[in-house]
Structures are given as structure tokens and as C-alpha cells.
């Protein structure tokens, strides 16, 4: 072929290429896996799920040191505590002396009177003063004498220290030469928090790194640094997203190249095919991010992988062209199977587009569009180019296998059988098993999620999922309202319900607290007498304690401290405990430990603490009947009907996240009714034949079926995104089936049909197949199904949309070779 005629291909090839590439670097590129997730359609799943972006677990790290002597694992742990600190990237830094940056700690000692819990007129009586001397006196005898003069002698009813376990956090560990070790191992710990929320992907990258030079710079030797946590998970999950992005962007455009080389052995023809494809690519993207304001990796992944299809328009096209015919004869051929099939594989997105979920929502827009696109390119781009370099398939040179292959349609009836096996062990067994749990959605590895875990053990740190959201129209009254669930927290966690409880209240004492804790502090002449007698017959000095006079003299004319006082690590740790939204503060409190959700929402129901958006009092009741007056959760009704604690409302976050998928998911089952209805409608209108349409929807749903049972017979549970890969099996089946049901009456035809849908089929399985391979769950849940799925969507095709064959064998046929 002179190499002018390929001269329009690659110029519309270098066109398409240019506009995408302008398209790409148009659009911004997101891969936090919470940008994916819907932002919730009742209060309670609004809350749980800005819980999940924004609560005071999202930025925890848990470090472990291991694989040295212990004297060097501390060394170790101290110099990465000391590191971190210093960075300025973190909040907290617990698990060495080094844990509480020093302005912090001398702000909160300024301040220990006001913030302790242990400050009330009984710790300044004689007896406790005498006690608390004692105490001082045996830590001087110690080897903690430094401790001892830094912080007892100025604070013998140790304020500071109870005052600063709250605001550091507590832990069930040794501490080993300054430095935290697990109880059953010799592994040093840490635990950080970051100032940035978890889910800034761009900052836990930072901070993860600030991690790792730290532990390079202290020399580790063989120690093993170990790293894990929601930030971490973060991190991980936005690298996995990437680098499946990156990998399925390469291995398949590369596999799908090297098909079509081999079906059409024309790096023409390859170049023909893939204008449509880049142009589906790029309309794709723009019109994601026009709607959504960003693309999110794994739709751009998905997008990249539906490639798969988009091909299968201009390989129908091409595949289906006869040497030297014209463009328009080619289309009048393949024209109404071409636009059916195009027709209603749009339509099958329409639940996906319609979820309400943003992440599937997008990877609907996209493929919608995406196909749309490809197909318009295919008609009215493709043809040209086709001509003009005048490209058509290679054949092989006879069609006895054709023959061959469609005797079996003689035996299609036998194609029933795994459709009743499948359809009868469904119903014996009450249907496929369903997950509604979003963590299956996680791109974090099982090993990660495992060390997670055991580092937990270790932290005593454990995985928080209850909360009571307290709520109010300024800070100091969602604190005061937390103060007032103490009493009532106490006495769960004594019964056995809880483990602890962390709030805003224990870190922050609202202003009414605090100016109550000052008016108990004595005077300080009297303090000074009752130190006398408390001290009578200790060793110390007579101004031994004037520190500590001092102290409780300036805290008697302190001002309350506020929320807007804080700085630096004190403000990041408080800020997810206690912030406003939406006109209105929120103060969640992280119950730790429920080893029975459901007997803790009875005990505080019992109390007056409603559970929002369970399944005895919806939300909006649920808001009324604890007094809630801000429009977070709806409006308050006054009366004997409100609760004994207002403003408070209990949320099982693990049951709302499941409540949510499972509202999502049914609202998908709905769409995909409405999306089958008009799919049924429109191969009705353009079929004209009832046969036929039974035909064709006969052979999509059985491989539906069978998908679903063969997914089930291997162990797993469906979950929304199964039900959004059924869509794309159901797409790309109609197309097998449209072409099989066409009117053929030559045998070359046919065989052109059989290779061309072979190799779309083949196309489908190597771009979905490399899905399967995926670390994200969601990408691979959706390959495993399509690959599964499309092989049998091509044999029922064949077995029951097509005609069933003469018993004549069909006339050779030429070989058709590009002009």
C-alpha cells in the first residue's frame, strides 16, 4: 500500500492524541478513596461519613521498632519521637519523654489548675496535701528525682500530669530508658497523630516520609521501622490507585495492540482503530470533570480499561467491511445491530449514573460518554479513513470451522442446563450472599490491614466505630453538654460497655468548669499554712514549695481558657473533637472498646441518648427526641417528649456505613428496573420481533445468571459494585447478541461476524482481565465479574440469539486481504 493512503489516519490519530493530552492537562486527577464515596442523604450518614474524612482517628499513625536489642530500640524510638516533633508536621507524638513539644507544655502547665480534673477544695485539705508530699518526697528517693523536682515540687496534687494523659493520650505499655514498648514483645512504639487530616493524601505523604528519614537518621542498624494506621492507609491506598492507573494504562493498551496486530496485521488498521478510542477517552475525562469538578483515579483506570469496549465499535466497523466496499455499504449492513447495540449499552449505565453515588456515578458519566463517543467517531470518522486507505480484515482462507462451530446450535436446548442448575441452586440456597460493608471497598492489602491490627494490640489503641455526637449552637455549650455525659460514660465504662471515652471536655473543661476549678483554688496564704501542717515532719525545705504557691496565686485570676486560646499541637488535637459545621458545633465523642454495640445503644437510649437513623427511630426522630435545635439534625420539639441529655445522638458509624451502601444499592436495583425496562422497549421498536427480542434478552440474562452463580459458588459476596460490573456484562452481551441476531444470509458474513465478535470478546477479556489483577478492590471486583461475565454473555449469544444454521455446508470463501 503506498504510504500516502495512510497519511489521513495518522493525521487524524496525531489530532485525536492532541486533544487528549489538552484534555489531561485540564483535569485534576484524585485518588483518596473518601472522594469516591457519597457524601450521604440523611443527616445521620451525613455525619458518620464526615466522621470518616475528617474525625480525630483519620490522621493516627502507629509506629512500631523492632529487630534490635531493646537499650537501642529506645535509643531509636526517642531520637524518631524527638524528629517528629521538631517537624512541626505532627499534632501529638506519644511514646517518649519528647511527646509534648515545649511550648505546649508549658502553656498547659501554666494552665494545669484550671484544665485537671483532679483540681477541687478536697486536693488542697491538709490530709491530701500530706499525702501528696509523701508522694513527692518517695519520687526524690527515686531514680525519677528529676521528675520528681521538675514537676512534683512545683505541683504536688499533680494537676499537670493528669491534665497532660488527656491531652497525650494513654496506653497499655511498658515504658522502657523513656520509650513506649508493646507488653508481650520487645517492640518500641509510638503514636502520632498529623496535623493534616487523613485523607490530605498530598500532606500523609509528607508525613509518612518525615517518618521514615527520621528513622534513617537514627542510625537503626537491623531494627525494621513499621508503620501503619488510617493516614498510612491513606497514603497506601492513593499509591495503590496510582500504580493500577499506571499498570492497566500500559499492559493493556500493549495486550490489545498486539491482538489486533494479529487479527488485522496492519499497524494502520491499529492506527484507524484507535481514534475513536482516544477521542472516547478524552470526551470521557472533560465531561467527568466538568460535572464532578475532578476525575477520580479509579474512574480514570475504569475509563482506560473501557477501552475494551469502545473498541469493539471500530473493530465491528472494520471487521465487518468487505474489500473495496463503500463506507455506506458497510453501514447499511451492520447499521441496525450498530446502533442497538450502542442504544442500549448507554441505556445499561443509566443506574449507574443515576446511583447517587459519586464514585460510580462517575465511572457511569465516563463510560456512558466514553461509548457515546467512540461510536459517533466510528460512524462518522472511521469510514473515511477506512476507505481512503481502503483497510480491511484478513480472513482466513476457508469457513468449514464455521460450519463446524454453528452445528452446535442444533444442541442449543442443552445451553439450558446450567441456566436451571444455576437459577434452581440460587433459590435453594435464598439467593447469592450480599455485602454491605464500605471497608470491602478499601485498596489497602490484607497484610497492611493485619499489622494495623497488631500494632493496635500493642498501642492499646483500638479501632473506634461508636460515637455520641453532641451538638450545640456555640462550643462552650457542646462542652457543657459533654460534661454532663461523663457521669452517665463513667457508669458504662464501670458496667463493662465501654473501655474510655474521648472528648473536647476532658482535654478542653468548658469556661463555666474552669472558672469553677479556680474559685475551689484557696487563697494563697492559707495555702501556704495548710502546706506548714501537711509538711510537718517531711524533710523539706521551708521554700521548697513556694513554685507551687505561686502557681495556684496566678491561676486564681487566670481567665477561662477557650477554644480560640490554642495553638500549635493543642489546636490540631482538639480541632476534630470540637468544630463548628454548617452553623452549628459538633463534638463527637470516640466511644473505645464496645464489644456489644447493640447493649450500648440500649443503655444510653435508656438514658435519653437516641441512636440517629437506627432502625427504630429514624434520624429526624431520633434529632427531636434528644432536643436537638441546630439543622444538622433537623428541628427540636419541645415538651415531655425531650430527652433527659439534649443534643446528643449515638451513632454506630460501622451500621450507618452499611445502611448507607445498602440505600445505595437499592437505589441501584431501581434504576437497573427502569434502565432494563427501556432497553426491553427499545429492542422491542427496533427488532420487530418478539422472537428476537426474547432471543437476545434470553441469552444477557442467562449469562447474568450464571455469573452470579458462578461468583457465588466461588465464595463471594456481591456487593454494588458487582452489580455495576453486571451492567457492563449486560452491555457488552447485547452487542454480542444484536450482531448474532442479525439477518445473514451469506456464509461469509457470518464467519465475518464470528471473528469479529471473537475478537471483541478476546479484547474484553484482556483489558477486564488485567482488572482482576488489581490491589483496588473495586477495580478488581469489576474485572473479575466482566471477564467472567463477557465469556458466557458470548457463548449464550451464540447458543440462543442466533439463527440456528442449514444442514448445508457453506461455500468456500476468498481470502480478503487489505487493498
Known amino acids: 500500500m503506498p504510504w500516502r493512503r495512510g497519511l489521513p489516519i495518522l493525521g487524524a490519530l496525531a489530532a485525536a492524541v492532541l486533544v487528549m493530552l489538552a484534555v489531561f492537562t485540564q483535569i485534576r486527577v484524585r485518588t483518596d478513596m473518601l472522594a469516591f464515596l457519597p457524601a450521604g442523604n440523611t443527616p445521620a450518614a451525613r455525619l458518620v461519613l464526615q466522621e470518616a474524612r475528617e474525625g480525630s482517628a483519620t490522621g493516627l499513625i502507629l509506629i512500631g521498632i523492632d529487630g534490635a536489642p531493646v537499650a537501642e530500640l529506645a535509643r531509636i524510638s526517642r531520637t524518631i519521637a524527638a524528629a517528629l516533633v521538631q517537624s512541626g508536621l505532627f499534632a501529638t507524638v506519644a511514646g517518649s519523654q519528647a511527646a509534648l513539644p515545649p511550648q505546649d507544655e508549658a502553656m498547659l502547665f501554666a494552665h494545669r489548675y484550671l484544665l485537671s480534673p483532679v483540681t477541687n477544695a478536697a486536693a488542697f485539705t491538709v490530709p491530701a496535701l500530706h499525702e501528696d508530699l509523701q508522694n513527692v518526697l518517695r519520687q526524690l528517693r527515686s531514680s525519677a528525682a528529676p521528675l520528681a523536682v521538675r514537676y512534683g515540687l512545683p505541683d504536688p496534687p499533680g494537676a499537670f500530669l493528669a491534665a497532660a494523659r488527656g491531652w497525650m493520650g494513654s496506653s497499655q505499655v511498658r515504658s522502657i530508658d523513656g520509650a513506649w514498648f508493646a507488653a508481650n ?12 487530616g487523613g485523607m490530605d493524601v498530598p500532606a500523609q505523604e509528607i508525613a509518612t516520609a518525615a517518618i521514615a528519614r527520621a528513622f534513617a537518621a537514627a542510625s537503626p542498624g537491623d531494627a525494621r521501622l513499621l508503620v501503619a494506621g488510617p493516614a498510612v492507609f491513606a497514603r497506601d491506598a492513593a499509591r495503590a490507585i496510582r500504580g493500577d492507573v499506571h499498570r492497566i494504562s500500559i499492559v493493556s493498551t500493549v495486550l490489545v495492540a498486539l491482538l489486533l496486530w494479529w487479527r488485522f496485521r496492519s499497524p494502520l488498521v491499529l492506527a484507524a482503530i484507535a481514534v475513536p478510542v482516544v477521542l472516547s477517552v478524552a470526551a470521557a475525562a472533560l465531561v467527568v470533570q466538568a460535572v464532578f469538578g475532578s476525575v477520580h483515579g479509579v474512574a480514570l483506570g475504569f475509563g482506560i480499561t473501557m477501552l475494551g469496549v469502545s473498541l469493539d465499535y471500530p473493530v465491528l466497523m472494520i471487521g465487518h467491511r468487505k474489500s473495496g466496499e463503500p463506507a455506506p455499504a458497510t453501514r447499511a449492513r451492520i447499521g441496525p445491530a450498530f446502533i442497538l447495540a450502542v442504544i442500549t449499552a448507554t441505556l445499561g449505565l443509566a443506574a449507574m449514573v443515576f446511583s447517587g453515588f459519586p464514585g460510580l456515578s462517575q465511572l457511569g458519566v465516563f463510560s456512558a460518554v466514553g461509548l457515546a463517543t467512540a461510536a459517533l467517531a466510528t460512524w462518522w470518522i472511521l469510514p473515511r479513513l477506512v476507505v481512503a486507505a481502503n483497510l480491511a480484515p484478513v480472513a482466513p482462507g476457508s469457513a468449514a470451522w464455521l460450519a463446524r462451530i454453528e452445528r452446535l446450535r442444533h444442541w442449543r436446548l442443552l445451553g439450558l442446563l446450567p441456566l436451571v442448575i444455576a437459577a434452581t441452586w440460587l433459590a435453594a440456597r435464598g439467593g447469592p450472599n450480599w455485602q454491605d460493608d464500605l471497608e470491602n471497598l478499601s485498596p489497602v492489602p490484607a497484610a497492611s490491614r493485619a499489622l494495623d491490627a497488631e500494632l493496635r494490640h500493642d498501642l492499646g489503641a483500638p479501632d473506634v466505630t461508636q460515637l455520641i455526637v453532641v451538638q ?20 458504662l465504662q464501670a458496667d463493662g460497655l465501654l473501655a474510655d471515652a474521648t472528648m473536647a471536655a476532658r482535654l478542653l473543661p468548658s469556661a463555666a468548669t474552669q472558672q469553677a476549678r479556680r474559685d475551689a483554688l484557696p487563697d ?48 490540631a488535637r482538639l480541632a476534630p ?67 433527659a441529655h439534649e443534643g ?11 445502611r448507607v451502601l445498602s440505600g445505595y444499592t437499592a437505589r441501584a436495583w431501581r434504576w437497573l428496573g427502569w434502565s432494563g425496562l427501556l432497553v426491553l422497549v427499545t429492542l422491542t421498536i427496533g427488532l420487530r420481533s418478539p422472537v428476537r427480542v426474547l432471543r437476545v434478552i434470553g441469552s444477557v440474562a442467562a449469562a447474568m445468571l450464571v455469573t452470579v452463580a458462578v461468583l457465588t459458588l466461588l465464595g463471594t ?38 471473528r469479529t465478535l471473537v475478537t471483541c470478546n478476546a479484547m474484553t477479556l484482556l483489558t477486564f482481565g488485567m482488572l482482576g489483577a488489581c490491589q483496588t478492590p ?33 461455500r468456500p470463501i476468498s481470502i480478503e486481504r487489505p487493498g
Not at 186 to 195: N, P, V
Not at 472 to 491: C, F, H, K, M, S
Not at 726 to 746: E, M
Open 185 to 196: 514483645r520487645d517492640r518500641a512504639l509510638l503514636l502520632a497523630s498529623t496535623k493534616a
Open 472 to 491: 450545640g449552637p456555640d462550643a462552650q455549650t457542646v462542652l457543657r453538654r459533654q460534661e454532663a455525659l461523663i457521669p452517665l460514660l463513667d457508669r
Open 524 to 571: 494563697p496564704d492559707e495555702l501556704a499554712r495548710r502546706l506548714d501542717a501537711a509538711g510537718e515532719g517531711l524533710p523539706f525545705r521551708p521554700a521548697a514549695f513556694d513554685a507551687f504557691v505561686a502557681a495556684v496565686r496566678a491561676s486564681r485570676s487566670m481567665a477561662p481558657l477557650l477554644p480560640a486560646d490554642l495553638s500549635g499541637s493543642f489546636a
Open 577 to 643: 473533637l470540637l468544630y463548628a459545621q454548617d452553623r452549628t458545633w459538633q463534638g463527637p465523642i470516640a466511644l473505645e472498646g464496645v464489644q456489644d454495640p447493640a447493649r450500648l445503644a440500649a443503655a444510653l437510649a435508656a438514658a435519653g441518648v437516641a441512636e440517629a437513623g437506627g432502625p427504630d427511630i429514624p434520624v429526624n426522630q431520633a434529632a427531636a427526641a434528644t432536643g436537638v435545635t441546630a439543622p444538622g439534625l433537623g428541628a427540636a420539639t419541645a415538651g415531655a417528649n425531650a430527652s
Open 648 to 658: 446528643e445522638v449515638y451513632l454506630d458509624m460501622r451500621a450507618e456505613l452499611s
Open 717 to 754: 459476596r456481591l456487593s454494588l459494585i458487582h452489580l455495576v460490573a453486571l451492567q457492563l456484562v449486560a452491555g457488552v452481551g447485547l452487542d454480542y447478541a444484536l450482531f448474532f441476531a442479525r439477518r445473514q444470509l451469506d456464509t461469509e458474513e457470518r464467519a465475518r461476524t464470528m
Open 778 to 810: 473495586l477495580l478488581r471486583d469489576i474485572g473479575v465479574t466482566v471477564a467472567l461475565g463477557a465469556v458466557l454473555a458470548m457463548l449464550f449469544a451464540f447458543l440462543f440469539a442466533g439463527e440456528r444454521p442449514s444442514a448445508a455446508l457453506p
